[in-house]
């Protein structure tokens, strides 16, 4: 045989080894990542998995808190973890973990206490909590238009100030004035 025909023909079976080698990997990690992500069917009076962990979604702020689950919720039911978190979501992964989400509305309390003051449009705006959420917006302030405020103080508020409480937002705005 000539070695050149040996070496291209040695080449080509390679190529074609190594796609398929290629293809079945990707088969491979197809099957095991739907394998993963597929929903794990428990009935509702059936023993949960013993680890359960509780969280928080506070839609007003988007902050998410790690909860302690109540010690009686070791060998619950399904049925049971739903009626102590009404409202909640239930994910229970392949590993064998359980995770009950539940949507709460308003500020977590980290941000509850804090007033953010800017501008909104042509006037002052108070928000609850620490940033400009429009779900959150407490009030605009017709009375305190930015052509009343100095150069310096509409700096400050275009990038908005975080104060403590609404008499935070009382001394803030009576230094604005004066």
């Not at 023993?47 to 109540?70: D, M, N, Q, T, W």
């Not at 977590?108 to 917006?137: Q, T």
């Not at 403590?164 to 705005?173: F, P």
Request: glycine share 10%; net charge positive; proline share 6%.
């Amino acid at each position: 045989m000539n070695p050149v025909v040996v070496r291209r023909f040695a080449v080509a079976a390679t190529c074609i080894a190594l796609a398929c080698c290629l293809a079945a990997g990707y088969r491979f990690s197809s099957w095991l990542r739907s394998s993963l992500n597929r929903p794990v069917v428990v009935k509702p009076h059936e023993v949960l998995p013993p680890r359960i962990s509780v969280k928080i979604h506070y839609r007003g702020c988007g902050h998410v808190a790690e909860a302690r689950p109540p010690a009686e919720t070791a060998g619950a039911t399904l049925e049971q973890v739903l009626s102590e978190h009404p409202g909640s979501r239930v994910t229970i992964s392949g590993d064998g973990g359980v995770e009950v989400v539940s949507e709460v509305d308003g500020l977590c309390p980290d941000d509850a206490p804090y007033r953010f003051v800017c501008l909104r449009g042509d006037h002052v705006a108070v928000y609850y909590g620490r940033s400009r959420l429009e779900g959150n917006l407490k009030e605009v302030r017709l009375d305190l238009p930015v052509t009343r405020l100095s150069s310096r103080d509409a700096g400050t508020l275009r990038k908005g100030e975080v104060v403590l409480g609404d008499a935070g937002v009382s001394r803030l705005l009576e230094g604005l004035v004066d």
